[in-house]
């Protein structure tokens, strides 16, 4: 593969709702720009960017995987990226690093959920893009009202630069409404294509198209807009302008008809790139100067000192780490000394490579505007600035917080060291992955951004690392507390033969606010107990209490004051007085009034205003308490405070109550007492388990 340069290099992100057909866009492109032999299709997992296990086997893209193909002369980096809303942070990544965007549509749903937040998204990055309107060789396949639902969505700057020819099963190409040629191509998959006048019968819908194109192309541009005025329309080359100007801006976002499965259309949307799209060279870089601590802006040219962006990071069991990067300016070479500005830290960098999706193509070196990767570097990570030193610093990437935690039981004793190692390997390359260990419920804990999500971590885990593990829903970490101020004695005695043992104490134990864990004064006036015992009186309450009074869960928020005792000159020593402690604490709880706290969340519910009333009204039936409502545009964002116990189910809820669209977030906010019947539920299903772990030990 020849190395080429900025100005002849085309960044596209492919983004937009699951099923839309990115991936089938992305094979046919590759195959008729004769980077491979033949169709990849998604139904025989064949295609080249959904190469991973689990991507073939549920046929969706689960990350962002790119693939470069030559087209006149001009490299096209495409990135494919996931449909699916638990994986779209990755889609963030991509264009992160893209220059322009594909928003693919399919033509008979039109505008999805995850098309309109995949174009909040090019927005976010301020890309110019294309509407891809795919799959049109399916039944009930309309332009016009997919065009419809994309204007409503996005406003009337998207316009068709293409009509197509024939509807439906018939759909056999495009006219381009620039030049007013007629596409056709054969539907055996082959995309051979024809080029000819219009046939009658889209002549004149192609004429009032192209009117309503001239319109648009002259309202943005006053120069033009002269010219419209004077000659009534505008040359083809004005057009192209024009065009080329409008997309920049973002004020005309031109639309193309396409069947990738078919493969119709796809090589009139490969022209399209290229001579509409931005190429690398226009990209300004930004960062900052390490050392200055101030924005800098830089071109994309491969003189000078070189700097990339590294954007994802695959974990492969075979080749080892995989880094992808950008080249944002200079040139990188193969088997060279590189700095990690963001680590302080130097990477041998061995082969460059081109990823074909997971094929690898050597280079020499690799440009400033390239997409590349590189195996087995050490220590960098996702978000990382290769730079030569001091030079530039590029920002880093912020990943969405887990929504949504799952336990994780080893299938096989003995397994937990694997799966950590697993994991970290596995959230190198999935930021938005995490997992711990509950310090309460000591459970292994799996957090994502949905169910989804870490079903899918479980199961790479499975087919990469050959770990395996049960899923189930996280316990909740409940604790108790107390509601009465107490006072209590403790006597431990044992005066059977020989040494004797006697600790006796007498504690005061009162409630203290939430979040204030644990106390221990030693008020003792006196000598009453020697000093040396002391301590043992509070690491043997320490010890029960974290146990448990009602449940099992630890008590928190009490105070407990030391305030007598009685020893022993021969018989006292420190266990003795740690189970005085201990029976002191008992009995001081069994008069304190104790009761169950549980953890609260703050849960921000984000759904389309028809939605809100049922979604508050299951949010109330989850005993939540709203606190407040705000709508933007046709969605309204929900804010209540939930028990954490209510919301494991949500997820689901969520879905099916509003057919996907939409989504919530969720975080930690305290603890409170819960009601009486739910306590008597905890208390029951803790005694429960008691006895079960009591059959497991006979
Ligand atoms: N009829 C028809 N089917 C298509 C077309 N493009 C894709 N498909 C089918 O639609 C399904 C989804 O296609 P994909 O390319 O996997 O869609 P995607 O947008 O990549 O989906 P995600 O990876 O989940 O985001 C597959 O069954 C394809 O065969 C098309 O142009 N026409
Ligand atoms: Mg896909």
Request: glycine share 8%; proline share 4%; with cysteine.
């Amino acid at each position: 593969m020849k190395v080429y340069d900025a100005a002849s290099i085309r960044n596209v992100a492919i983004v937009g709702h699951s099923g839309s057909g990115k991936t089938q866009l992305a094979a046919a492109i590759l195959f008729d720009a004769g980077m491979v032999n033949r169709l990849g299709r998604v139904d025989d997992g064949t295609t080249v960017t959904d190469f991973d296990d689990e991507e073939v086997a549920r046929k969706h893209t689960l990350s962002a995987s790119t693939a470069f193909a030559e087209w006149n002369k001009t490299k096209l980096n495409l990135i494919d990226t996931p449909g699916f809303a638990n994986f779209l942070s990755d889609a963030r990544s991509a264009l992160n690093v893209a220059d322009a965007a594909l928003v693919v549509v399919d033509a008979v749903s039109g505008v999805e959920v995850q098309t309109e937040k995949a174009w909040e998204m090019v927005n976010e990055y301020s890309l110019p893009r294309f509407v891809v309107l795919n799959r049109m060789d399916r039944e009930r396949a309309s332009l016009e009202r997919s065009l419809e639902s994309l204007r409503t969505a996005f406003g009337r700057a998207v316009i068709p630069i293409q009509i197509p020819i024939g509807e439906e099963k018939a759909f056999k190409g495009v006219v381009d409404l620039v030049s007013m040629k007629a596409f056709t191509f054969t539907t055996d998959g082959t995309g051979k294509m024809t080029e000819g006048a219009l046939p009658g019968d889209v002549a004149e819908r192609a004429t009032t198209a192209r009117e309503a194109l001239v319109e648009m192309v002259a309202e943005a541009d006053e120069a033009l807009m002269e010219k419209f005025f004077e000659a009534g329309t505008l040359t083809q080359e004005e057009l192209v302008v024009g065009l080329q100007k409008g997309i920049r801006a973002a004020s005309i976002f031109p639309l193309v008809c396409t069947s990738g499965l078919q493969n119709i259309g796809i090589q009139t949307l490969a022209d399209t790139i290229v001579t509409y799209l931005p190429s690398a060279a226009e990209r300004r870089v930004k960062g900052t100067d390490p050392k200055a601590r101030q924005e800098v802006t830089k071109e994309t040219t491969d003189s000078g000192p070189y700097s990339a962006f590294v954007w994802k990071t695959v974990a492969d069991p075979f080749a080892g780490r995989i880094t992808m990067f950008r080249v944002m300016t200079g040139t990188l070479k193969a088997d060279s000394t590189v700095h990690n500005q963001t680590r302080g830290a130097s990477e041998r960098l061995g082969h460059l490579i081109l990823l074909q999706g997971k094929t690898q193509v050597e280079v020499p070196e690799l440009k400033a505007g390239d997409i590349g990767a590189v195996a087995k570097l050490k220590d960098t990570l996702t978000g990382d600035t290769i730079a030569e030193k001091d030079t530039i610093l590029f920002p880093t990437v912020k990943f969405p917080e887990p929504v949504l935690s799952y336990a994780m039981e080893p299938k096989s004793r003995g397994d937990e060291e694997k799966i950590s190692g697993s994991l970290q390997r596995l959230q190198e390359e999935d930021p938005t992955i995490r997992s711990s260990r509950d310090t309460q419920t000591k459970e292994l804990l799996l957090s994502g951004q949905g169910q989804l999500h870490i079903e899918v971590t479980v199961a790479k885990m499975k087919r990469r690392f050959g770990v395996e593990v049960n899923l189930k829903p996280p316990k909740i970490p409940y604790r108790e507390t107390i509601t009465a101020t107490t006072e209590a004695q403790g006597r431990h005695k044992k005066q059977t033969g020989g040494h004797g043992q006697f600790g006796d104490c007498t504690i005061k134990m009162e409630p203290l606010p939430r979040g204030a864990d644990f106390e221990f004064v030693d008020d003792i006036f006196g000598g009453s107990i020697p000093q040396q015992f002391r301590p043992a009186v509070e690491k043997g309450i320490q010890e029960t209490r974290l146990r448990g009074y009602l449940a099992g869960y630890p008590v928190v928020d009490f105070r407990v004051t030391l305030i007598d005792g009685k020893f022993h000159q021969v018989d006292s020593n420190e266990l003795s007085f740690k189970m005085a402690g201990r029976i002191a604490f008992k009995e001081a709880m069994s008069r304190a009034r104790p009761t169950i706290l549980e953890p609260i969340m703050n849960v921000e519910v984000y759904a389309p205003s028809d939605f809100a009333g049922d979604l508050m009204g299951d949010l109330n039936s989850r005993r939540g308490r709203i606190s407040g409502m705000d709508t933007r545009g046709g969605m309204t964002v929900i804010k209540a405070q939930v028990p954490m116990a209510e919301m494991l189910t949500y997820e689901q809820q969520i879905t099916s109550a509003t057919g996907g669209r939409g989504s919530y977030h969720m975080e930690y906010s305290h603890y409170e007492e819960a009601p009486a019947v739910i306590q008597q539920k905890i208390i029951a299903a803790a005694k429960a388990e008691k006895g079960e772990e009591a059959e497991e030990e006979v």
